[in-house]
């Protein structure tokens, strides 16, 4: 099959170029939320939407985050394909309610009668003193109830076409989106096209070692296995995991029985985190596959302090992830192999901004 | 068009009336193992507002939804299969009393989580401006709603956008057992509504020719594009929050006051002020019963669902 034609832009770009897209395909499809339409435009990502598609499709919204949610719901129920859009995913938890009484239940509370075919947009506000209140990672909370799909899109070509699909979707989709991956470039078909929501992807093969990274964390587990690779021949396998329900932890078993090893690298606090659930259920479907014992990779149980002073050490990233692997294969940390990791792994610029040994595209 | 006469705004809330009481009467059977809340006394609120309506219009209801879901058309067999957890149930027996549905009538859906309806009708509606389809929705909701902020950030949207919708509050003046002045302060729950920037009216919900000629009025304004409209009807709940029994013995309210309420039952007011023949009436009742009598048969003789059933429908 020729490729499709395709141009190398950023995540942002790629978010923007799937709404321009769904909305062309279906006049159903509205987006709804604070800042939508303002001149920042959910970082960039609506630009242009509403001089193209009109006030009527186009919405800003009071600051009303459960009754808004719960809007979008009775729209949906009535043939409209709402996208609501929180510039904070700390601010969905107002709408923790409709989300998780509503639009998770419907379906099944009435039979199969209706549906509620509604897409939220949450992005996590890493960085730059952003704060207890503004970096938080619930993706395992929105996870935890039955009749929601969450997705966590890296790439941006899972961010375009993962969009797509979650508007075509019959059912509540929650895409949550990492600030820091706004500005990571990737090649993305000029068309329309769906990326799966219920499945991982392997970004990088190795066979010492699986590590299943959501979100932003499979960027610095990318930047990881780059240099365990040159440096000391480590080599690891980096699954994207892409989706948070459904977890598809088929890809993972497949991976860990090549690797036998494996760490779970998540963007959420450690305790009742998604990557505990997936250490679960590797330990319960192929305990026998594991040489090792698996390791959580997750940011500590304390709120994330404002203070650039406080906030450094607090996020793991690629380090993290190296010095577990070597951990897990007993490598040799005296060699010169493993100082010249620590160079190329050390972040260059500051700790509060996105990584940049990577900046795309994947 | 809907059935306005007396006779059949008569028989609209006497249906309502005998089925909730075979209702209450079955509930100590056990079978219908589901909470239960009864609307009896408040009837007119259903059959006025529902009157109002045409087929196509869209109704959401909360908890004590029976007499919203019946006065809308709902279907009487899958209504009380429901609640006997029947796979014959408007839910396929998922939802019990507290989750009626017949979208067929335009009965949107019903839950128990107080206020969590309303921004659902307030979309529908926006959906229904939107497509320009001349839908009015309608809201059911009691007092204690205007404690939940959803509602108040509902009427704001509605009133911002001039949506196609008629909020009717129910005021029975009680959350579970609590009055409504240990809830709120001395002030009319209507002007709230209006406060909002939403016409407003407050009257008798024990009186179906009253709660029928201020539906109408709000809906031909709704239709004619001058926005939302709220209802306020005050009534008394005869019968305990949630369950079969009177509750004169739990003391929260006076005997006095139980008995000024069920003398102002809106049927007997009704029966009094047309002035119905008594044979007309005993006609209906027999007609009613042999209704709720079938009803009964068709949901004991459905199929039970299992935990099979139970699995699926999580997705669609």
């Not at chain 1, 769904?22 to 001089?51: C, H, W």
């Not at chain 1, 009303?64 to 129920?77: D, K, Y």
């Not at chain 2, 509930?27 to 109002?52: D, N």
């Not at chain 2, 709704?222 to 926005?227: A, D, L, P």
Request: aromatic share 8%; with cysteine; charged share 20%.
């Amino acid at each position: 099959m020729p490729e499709a034609p395709s141009h190398e832009i950023t995540f942002a770009q790629a978010v923007r170029e799937g709404f321009e897209q769904a909305m062309e395909q279906d006049q159903n499809v509205i987006v709804i939320g604070e800042g939508v339409p303002d001149p920042k435009a959910i970082f960039t990502t609506t630009s242009g939407l509403r001089e193209k598609f009109g006030h009527r499709r186009v919405f800003d919204m009071p600051l009303s985050e459960n009754g808004l949610t719960g809007v979008c719901i009775g729209a949906a129920l009535q043939g409209i394909r709402p996208v609501l859009v929180h510039q904070r995913i700390d601010f969905a938890l107002l709408s923790m309610d409709q989300l998780v009484n509503n639009a998770a239940k419907w379906h099944y509370m009435f039979d199969g009668k209706a549906s509620v075919p509604l897409v939220v947009r949450m992005i996590v506000g890493r960085g730059w003193g952003q704060g207890p209140q503004h970096s938080q990672s619930l993706q395992s909370m929105f996870a935890q109830v039955p009749g929601m799909k969450v997705v966590m899109p890296t790439t941006g070509y899972d961010a375009k076409g993962m969009l797509i699909a979650a508007i075509k979707d019959d059912n509540p989709v929650l895409i949550i989106e990492h600030r820091w991956l706004h500005q990571i470039k990737d090649v993305v078909p000029l068309g329309p096209y769906d990326a799966p929501l219920h499945k991982a992807k392997v970004l990088h093969e190795g066979s010492d070692v699986t590590v299943a990274a959501f979100s932003y964390m499979t960027v610095e587990a990318l930047v990881a296995a780059k240099a365990l690779l040159s440096t000391m021949g480590v080599s690891i396998e980096v699954i994207d995991m892409r989706s948070v329900r459904p977890l598809d932890t088929e890809t993972v078993l497949s991976s860990v029985k090549k690797t036998g090893r494996l760490i779970v690298a998540d963007t959420a606090f450690r305790t009742g985190s998604i990557a505990g659930e997936v250490i679960a259920q590797i330990v319960e479907k192929g305990f026998n596959a594991l040489k090792a014992k698996p390791v959580r990779i997750a940011s500590p149980d304390f709120p994330a302090p404002t203070s650039q002073y406080m906030s450094e050490h607090y996020y793991p990233d690629a380090r993290t992830i190296a010095e577990a692997v070597i951990d897990l294969v007993e490598g040799p940390r005296s060699t010169g192999g493993y100082a010249q990791l620590k160079i190329d792994i050390h972040p260059r610029g500051r700790h509060d901004t996105p990584n940049q040994e990577f900046t795309g595209p994947f | 068009m809907t059935d306005t006469s007396p006779s059949q705004l008569f028989r609209s809330m006497l249906r309502i009336r005998r089925i909730e009481e075979a209702l209450a009467e079955r509930y100590t059977e056990q079978e219908m193992r589901c909470p239960m809340h009864l609307c009896i006394g408040q009837e007119a609120i259903a059959v006025g507002v529902c009157a109002s309506l045409k087929r196509e219009d869209l109704v959401y209801s909360n908890h004590r939804a029976h007499g919203h879901y019946l006065a809308k058309g709902g279907n009487l067999n899958a209504m009380i299969a429901e609640l006997y957890g029947r796979a014959s149930g408007c839910c396929g027996g998922r939802g019990g009393s507290m989750h009626m549905i017949d979208m067929d009538v335009g009965f949107m859906g019903a839950t128990p989580i107080v206020g969590g309806t309303v921004p659902l009708a307030v979309g529908t509606a926006w959906a229904c401006a939107l497509k320009d389809t001349g839908q009015v929705t309608v809201v059911f909701f009691g007092d204690g709603c205007f404690e939940e902020g959803v509602v108040h950030e509902s009427l704001n949207f509605a009133a911002l956008h001039r949506l196609p919708i008629l909020f009717v509050c129910e005021n029975n003046n009680f959350s579970v057992y609590t009055r409504r002045e240990e809830r709120q302060p001395d002030r009319p729950i209507h002007l709230l509504a209006g406060a909002h920037g939403i016409t407003a009216y407050s009257g008798n919900g024990n009186d179906v020719q009253e709660v029928l000629n201020a539906s109408r009025r709000a809906v031909e304004s709704i239709r004619s594009g001058h926005g939302p409209q709220f209802l306020e009807f005050h009534t008394y709940r005869w019968r305990e929050h949630c369950g079969p029994n009177f509750d004169d013995q739990l003391g929260y309210r006076s005997k006095q006051e139980i008995e000024a309420g069920m003398n102002d039952c809106p049927i007997a007011n009704y029966v009094e002020k047309i002035n119905f023949k008594n044979t007309s009436i005993t006609q209906q009742e027999a007609e009613i019963r042999a209704e709720i009598t079938a009803a009964f048969e068709f949901a004991l003789s459905s199929q039970t669902p299992t935990i099979k059933d139970a699995e699926g429908k999580v997705y669609a």
